[in-house]
């Protein structure tokens, strides 16, 4: 999911500092700090968040249009829910978009408009046309199953994502696809038409659908392959629940409707990209950018790493990747087979300076976790150690402006070194730990495989660590 980049404006109060933010028309203060730092700068962003989070505007000033701007707005949600409710998705995003024209539309427009609604336009009686859909839409909404339509059924399947996440037994990144998906369904198919209505046309012409935004460029090819997947388990699953109700398209999985995904180059660092980074990192950053290269980590498998699983004795991590161990539980298939990682020296080194020896081992500098969740954001403070770094490397010219890699390319640059090896090249799909069939089965897992060593300690020469 995107993130907002922290924006505040600084400026003297007393002895110390406080920020401002304008926010629609208002100015939002922050409390009074002793400095400008970047623990007080986040601390004042969440005030602003939360803050954000609750402030309504004011409403504006009333004048001799108002009335005409209510009286229109009322009739365009009558037009917009008479679309959705009638399966008419062109005609309900043509009103949307004068429904946003009303508060700034002129006089003449206003006009115009009002013509439509509640008089004669261009020789066509429009009146007794809107009250014949406003009776339609009181029909339609009075024989409808409020339990059935759509807003209500893809909360019902959203929030089964979000309680895993809570739970670690789903990932948040899932959580959020899942719902980002489903909302661009919701907006098209009608929050309020029930899915009883659902057909093979309804399947069709939503693929339809998000092949335009595609093509329009709204989308990348594989964010619309990701949200076609989401909106096919979420009627196969609402169909299974309410078999009586709902029928689940006979074309739902069609390969000629499928958006395949685009194969994206991987683009990993350079040899040389990650010898300016770890010498440019902070110890602790430092630390973040060695588990993601050593044992191909990413930022919850840092998060995630308890003493239990770390040998602080002959410097090995012994675990499985946290997203199939989370896979293991949610499917019931006990625990996934376990990688035993030899540390580099400087790997382990950093690891007894700033890891606990009981519970995670890893916190940020205030002793809380390095990831925090919430319904529509990620805390991610790796993730902000690793964009400090890049920003003063660009401020001292030594990275160009237009450079960003992002830190999942580690995990890809140490998986390309071993897949070009002659000695070593079999070795990238333990590296990744991908969970094969053989390994799951048949070998035991957690103990040292000497080749693999060898192959871990050359990734570590070849990166000059």
């Known amino acids: 999911m995107g993130r907002e980049k922290i924006k505040l404006t600084v400026e003297k109060a007393g002895t110390g500092i406080r920020y401002r933010r304008m926010h629609k028309g208002k100015v939002w203060i922050s409390s009074v700090y002793n400095q400008d730092t970047r623990e007080n700068k986040r601390s004042a962003w969440e005030s602003f968040g939360a803050w954000r989070a609750e402030y309504k505007p004011p409403t504006p000033e009333r004048d001799e249009s108002s009335l005409l701007r209510d009286l229109i707005t009322r009739e365009i949600k009558v037009l917009i829910e008479h679309a959705e409710l009638t399966g008419d998705q062109e005609d309900a995003e043509g009103w949307r978009q004068r429904l946003k024209e009303v508060p700034t539309a002129d006089w003449d427009w206003l006009q115009k408009v009002t013509s439509l609604?509640?008089?004669?336009?261009?020789?066509?009686?429009?009146?007794?046309?809107?009250?014949?859909?406003r009776r339609t839409v009181a029909r339609l909404k009075q024989s409808t199953d409020e339990s059935l339509v759509a807003k209500c059924l893809v909360d019902e399947f959203v929030a089964g994502f979000k309680r895993k996440a809570d739970a670690n037994r789903g990932s948040w990144g899932r959580f959020g696809q899942v719902k980002a998906g489903l909302d661009v369904f919701v907006k098209w198919y009608g929050a309020s038409r029930s899915l009883e209505h659902l057909s093979e046309t309804t399947v069709r012409e939503y693929s339809a659908h998000l092949e335009k935004l595609v093509s329009d460029g709204t989308f990348a090819q594989t964010t619309a392959h990701d949200y076609q997947k989401a909106f096919q388990a979420f009627v196969r699953s609402i169909g299974?629940?309410?078999?009586?109700?709902?029928?689940?398209?006979?074309?739902?999985?069609?390969?000629?409707?499928?958006?395949?995904?685009?194969?994206?180059?991987?683009?990993?660092?350079?040899?040389?990209?990650?010898?300016?980074?770890?010498?440019?990192?902070?110890?602790?950053?430092?630390?973040?950018?060695?588990?993601?290269?050593?044992?191909?980590?990413?930022?919850?498998?840092?998060?995630?790493?308890?003493?239990?699983?770390v040998d602080w004795k002959s410097g090995r991590i012994i675990r499985p990747r946290s997203k199939a161990a989370r896979e293991a539980i949610t499917r019931g298939k006990g625990q996934p087979f376990r990688v035993n990682w030899l540390l580099w020296n400087a790997t382990f080194d950093l690891l007894k300076e700033f890891g606990n020896r009981e519970g995670i081992v890893l916190l940020n500098e205030k002793g809380g976790p390095l990831l925090t969740h919430k319904s529509t954001t990620r805390n991610d403070a790796i993730r902000s150690a690793?964009?400090?770094?890049?920003?003063?490397?660009?401020?001292?010219?030594?990275?160009?402006?237009?450079?960003?890699?992002?830190?999942?390319?580690?995990?890809?640059?140490?998986?390309?070194?071993?897949?070009?090896?002659?000695?070593?090249?079999?070795?990238?799909?333990?590296?990744?730990?991908?969970?094969?069939?053989?390994?799951?089965n048949y070998l035991v897992s957690g103990v040292p495989v000497p080749k693999f060593d060898a192959a871990i300690k050359w990734v570590g020469s070849q990166l000059g660590v």
């Open 240 to 309: 299974e629940d309410y078999p009586n109700d709902i029928r689940i398209p006979q074309n739902l999985r069609a390969a000629r409707l499928r958006i395949v995904a685009e194969r994206k180059e991987p683009d990993p660092f350079t040899v040389d990209e990650v010898k300016l980074l770890l010498d440019s990192a902070s110890a602790r950053t430092k630390l973040y950018l060695l588990l993601m290269l050593n044992c191909g980590m990413y930022q919850g498998d840092i998060a995630d790493l308890t003493a239990s699983e």
């Open 117 to 133: 609604f509640f008089g004669e336009f261009d020789g066509v009686e429009c009146k007794e046309i809107i009250e014949d859909r």
């Open 386 to 440: 690793y964009r400090r770094v890049i920003d003063k490397l660009k401020r001292a010219g030594k990275l160009p402006s237009h450079w960003n890699k992002t830190l999942k390319k580690f995990r890809k640059t140490g998986a390309n070194l071993l897949e070009k090896s002659k000695s070593h090249g079999l070795f990238y799909e333990l590296y990744l730990d991908h969970q094969s069939v053989a390994r799951q």
